[in-house]
C-alpha cells in the first residue's frame, strides 16, 4: 500500500498540466484521497469523495493573478464503518495528509445507486414481502420489483438507522412497465443490515392491476406501430464549433467559465466572464442547482413520506446518464466525463456526463422599416451546457444555455414515468391524485428547485432589489397622473437577509435585479445588473409546520439572500437523508436571526422555483418532456444591444434597397466589410 501511495502522490505532484483549482477531483486524485483514508483510518466504505472547493478569497486572489500560489487540491470524504457509523473528513493532496476526521452521530449520508440496487434483492428475498405478494396473488418474485426511495422521515424510527422505503411494482412480463402494476404494500428496509424491519399495509387491500401500459417499439407495434410522416432533419457544422476548450475552461462569444461537475450538484459553472469590447466583466462566481425537493400531496399514511431531495438523498451527479450523440444531444458535441469512486473505493466513470454543444437559437433580431422595404434579420445561436439524470422513475433534463447576448437561461425538462400508486376498482381519489390507467393513481406532487446564484456583476459586491411593475401610486385626475394611465418598475433593495424571504408575485409580474450600484450605465443612470426572470414558481404547498416544510427550508420562499460563506452549498444540509427537520438544517440556519446585511455584499441568492404537477393520463406511460425556464438577463449592462456585430443572414439597407442590392452572402468577405462599416456609422444611435 505504502507503494501505491507513493507512487500516487509522484502522479499527482509531477504532473505537468495542474488541475484547475475548479476541476473536480481525477480518478487519480480519488484513489490517493482513499490510499490516504486507509493508510490512517483502515478499511471503510466510501460514500462520497469530491472536490472540496477552495476558499473563495484565495481563489479570487489567484484568478486575478495566477503567479500566486496555486490553491491546494483537498479532497472531501464522506465514509462509513462496518457498523454503519459515518465520517467527514477532508484530505490535503499536496501534503498527503488527513487534515479533519470527524464521526457524525445521527446523521445519514445519501443513498448511492448500490444502496439501492442491494435494496431490491434483499425485498424479493424477504418471507415477509413474499408473504404480501401472494395474498395480492403473485407468486413468483423475480417479477417484483421496487423503487427504494430514502425513507424521508419517519418517527417512528427515527435518524440512528440507515433505512429505505421500497415503493413496490410488479412485471407480469419482464418486458412490462412496473408502474403500471404498483403494490399497495411499502416495506422499510434498514439500508445498514439489509433486514427489513416494517412493511406499511393498508386496511383495505388493493388487487394488482392487469392491464399493461407500455411505450417499446414492439409495444407502439401493436397499437398501430411508428407515425412514417417524419422526414430526416440533420444538423451539420461542417467547419466544428465555435467554442474552444482548455480543459474544462470554455470560450465561446464573449462568454468565458469554467465547467465543474460533482456527486451532489451535477453541473457547475464557475467565474463566468463577458467579454464587454475587449474588457472581460465577471458575472457569476458560481452557479448550480443546489437542491430539489418533490413533495407529494397525498395525506393517507405512508405517503406523506414521499418527498424525495433527489439532489442530496441521492446525489444529481451520481444519478447522471451517459449521453450518447444523435439521441440526447445533436450536432457536434464536446463530452466530459464525471469521475467517482463505488463504496469499495474503486474508480467509477460516467462516459459522456456533460455534453457541450450549439444550437440554432432562431432569429436574434430583426427589423423592417415598412415605408422602404430595408430589412436586417440576424439569427442567434446557443451553447448548451447539459446533463441527464435518472432519479428512479423520473428524468431530469438539465441545459444551462448561454445566448449571445449575455443572457443565462436555465431549462430543465422533466420527463420518464409517474411515480404510481395502486387503486382498488371505484376507489375515490380523493382529489389527492389521478387514476392516469385502470387501476393506476399517480398522486399530486411538486418539482421544487434550489438555484444557488453567486452573483459577480463587476465586482463581489452585489445588491439585490425586487423590482413590481406598479401603477404610479397618484390618484386619477390628480396633478401627477391626471390620467390614470402611469405606472413604472419599483425598485426595492433588499437590505437584510429578512427583507429578501419573498415570494413570487405574478400580478406585478415580480423580477430581482442583482446590481452592482457603483457601476451606473452612463445612459440610464442605472447599476450595472442581471435581472432574475422566473415565472414558474409555485408556493411551497405542504403548511407550515409540516414535514416537508421544516425539512426543505429553502423551498419556504421563492427568494432569499444570504452573505456569502465559505462551505454554505447545500440548502437542505450536507446530510439530508432523514433529517426530521428540527432544527431545519442548511439555508434556515444560515439566515438566522435574519440580521445580515446583505446591500452591496457578497452575496448568494437562494431561488426556489418548479412545477406543480397533477398527473393526467397524458403523461402516461411516459411523459412527453415539460420544460421549464428561467433568465438572468444583462440589464443596464452593456452600452446597447450587445449583438449589433453578429454577422446578419440578411440585410438591405435603404439605398440599397433602391440600388435593388442587397447582403446576403455572409462567407463574401466584402460584403461583410459593407456591413461593418455600416455599422460603424452608427447611424441608428446618432441623434
Ligand atoms: N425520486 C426518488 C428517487 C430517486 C432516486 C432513486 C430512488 C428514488
Ligand atoms: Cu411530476
Redesign the pocket.
Known amino acids: 500500500m505504502a507503494d501505491r501511495l507513493k507512487q500516487l502522490y509522484q502522479h499527482i505532484s509531477q504532473t505537468t498540466t495542474p488541475p484547475h483549482p475548479f476541476d473536480p477531483l481525477s480518478s487519480v486524485e480519488i484513489e490517493y484521497a482513499i490510499a490516504l483514508v486507509r493508510r490512517d483510518h483502515g478499511k471503510l466504505g466510501y460514500n462520497a469523495i469530491t472536490l472540496s472547493e477552495p476558499k473563495k478569497k484565495e481563489m479570487i486572489a489567484w484568478l486575478a493573478d495566477p503567479s500566486l500560489p496555486r490553491p491546494r487540491r483537498m479532497a472531501e470524504i464522506v465514509a462509513v464503518d462496518k457498523d454503519s457509523a459515518l465520517y467527514d473528513g477532508v484530505a490535503d493532496l499536496k501534503d498527503g495528509k488527513i487534515v479533519s476526521w470527524e464521526k457524525l452521530a445521527g446523521v445519514q449520508p445519501l443513498?448511492t445507486m448500490e444502496d439501492?440496487q442491494d435494496t431490491e434483492r434483499v425485498v424479493r428475498e424477504d418471507p415477509k414481502v413474499i408473504e404480501q405478494c401472494r395474498i395480492l396473488g403473485i407468486d413468483d418474485m423475480s417479477k417484483v420489483y421496487c423503487?427504494?426511495?430514502t425513507i424521508g422521515y419517519d418517527e417512528r424510527f427515527g435518524s440512528d438507522v440507515r433505512l429505505q422505503q421500497a415503493l413496490m411494482y410488479y412485471r407480469p412480463h419482464v418486458d412490462d412497465m412496473q408502474y403500471a402494476f404498483p403494490l399497495d404494500f411499502c416495506p422499510i428496509v434498514n439500508t445498514a443490515t439489509g433486514e427489513i424491519i416494517h412493511i406499511d399495509i393498508p386496511s383495505v387491500r388493493r388487487p394488482v392491476n392487469t392491464f399493461a401500459s407500455n411505450y417499446m417499439p414492439p409495444d407502439i407495434e401493436k397499437i398501430g406501430g411508428y407515425r412514417t410522416d417524419i422526414k430526416p432533419l440533420n444538423i451539420t457544422q461542417p467547419d466544428g464549433v465555435s467554442f474552444t476548450m482548455n480543459g474544462r475552461e470554455i470560450n465561446w462569444q464573449n462568454f468565458n467559465m469554467h465547467i465543474g461537475f460533482n456527486y451532489k450538484e451535477g453541473i457547475v459553472l464557475n467565474n463566468i466572464s463577458f467579454n464587454d469590447r475587449g474588457n472581460v466583466r465577471p458575472l457569476f462566481y458560481r452557479l448550480s442547482l443546489a437542491e430539489m425537493v418533490?413533495p407529494y400531496g397525498n395525506p393517507e399514511h405512508p405517503h406523506q413520506r414521499k418527498h424525495?431531495f433527489?439532489l442530496g438523498e441521492?446525489g444529481g451527479g451520481y444519478?447522471t446518464n451517459s449521453l450518447s450523440l444523435g439521441c440526447d444531444c445533436k450536432g457536434v458535441i464536446h463530452y466530459l466525463d464525471a469521475e467517482f469512486c463505488n463504496r469499495a473505493g474503486a474508480p467509477v466513470t460516467i462516459k459522456n456526463a456533460i455534453c457541450i454543444h450549439e444550437e440554432d437559437a432562431g432569429i436574434l433580431f430583426k427589423h423592417t422599416d415598412f415605408r422602404d422595404g430595408s430589412t436586417i434579420v440576424t439569427r442567434g445561436r446557443k451553447l448548451v451546457i447539459s446533463q441527464i439524470f435518472t432519479?428512479?422513475?423520473?428524468e431530469y433534463c438539465v441545459y444551462w444555455i448561454m445566448h449571445q447576448d449575455g443572457t443565462i437561461q436555465l431549462e430543465i425538462k422533466l420527463t420518464g414515468i409517474l411515480n404510481t400508486y395502486a387503486m382498488a376498482p371505484g376507489e375515490d381519489t380523493h382529489g389527492w391524485g389521478t387514476e392516469v390507467h385502470p387501476g393506476v393513481n399517480a398522486h399530486n406532487h411538486q418539482h421544487l428547485f434550489c438555484l444557488r446564484i453567486d452573483p459577480q456583476i463587476d465586482g463581489q459586491k452585489n445588491t439585490v432589489f425586487q423590482v413590481d411593475a406598479v401603477p404610479g401610486e397618484a390618484e386619477v385626475g390628480s396633478k401627477e397622473n391626471f390620467y390614470g394611465n402611469a405606472f413604472y418598475a419599483k425598485k426595492t433593495p433588499y437590505k437584510t437577509v429578512a427583507e429578501s424571504q419573498v415570494n413570487y408575485n405574478g400580478a406585478t409580474s415580480r423580477t430581482w435585479d442583482i446590481s452592482n450600484t457603483s457601476k451606473l450605465h452612463p445612459y440610464s443612470k442605472k447599476p450595472a445588473t442581471y435581472k432574475l426572470v422566473s415565472r414558474e414558481i409555485p408556493g411551497l404547498l405542504p403548511k407550515p409546520g409540516s414535514l416537508v416544510w421544516k425539512r426543505a427550508g429553502f423551498a419556504r420562499h421563492a427568494v432569499q439572500v444570504t452573505k456569502y460563506q465559505d462551505g454554505q452549498l447545500h440548502p437542505a444540509g450536507r446530510h439530508v437523508p432523514q433529517t426530521s427537520g428540527e432544527p431545519s438544517l442548511g439555508l434556515p440556519e444560515w439566515v438566522g436571526d435574519g440580521n445580515d446585511k446583505i446591500e452591496d455584499e457578497d452575496i448568494v441568492l437562494w431561488h426556489t422555483f418548479g412545477l406543480t404537477h397533477f398527473p393526467a393520463p397524458e403523461d402516461f406511460p411516459v411523459m412527453p418532456a415539460e420544460p421549464m425556464s428561467l433568465l438572468l438577463r444583462p440589464r443596464h449592462f452593456f452600452l446597447r444591444n450587445p449583438v449589433l456585430d453578429v454577422p446578419p443572414s440578411y440585410a438591405s439597407t435603404p439605398s440599397q434597397v433602391a440600388a435593388g442590392k442587397g447582403i446576403t452572402d455572409l462567407a463574401d468577405k466584402s460584403s461583410k466589410l459593407a456591413f461593418r462599416a455600416a455599422l460603424e456609422t452608427e447611424a441608428c444611435c446618432k441623434k
Open positions: 443513498i439501492l423503487d427504494p426511495w418533490v424525495a433527489d441521492y444519478m432519479a428512479a422513475n423520473y
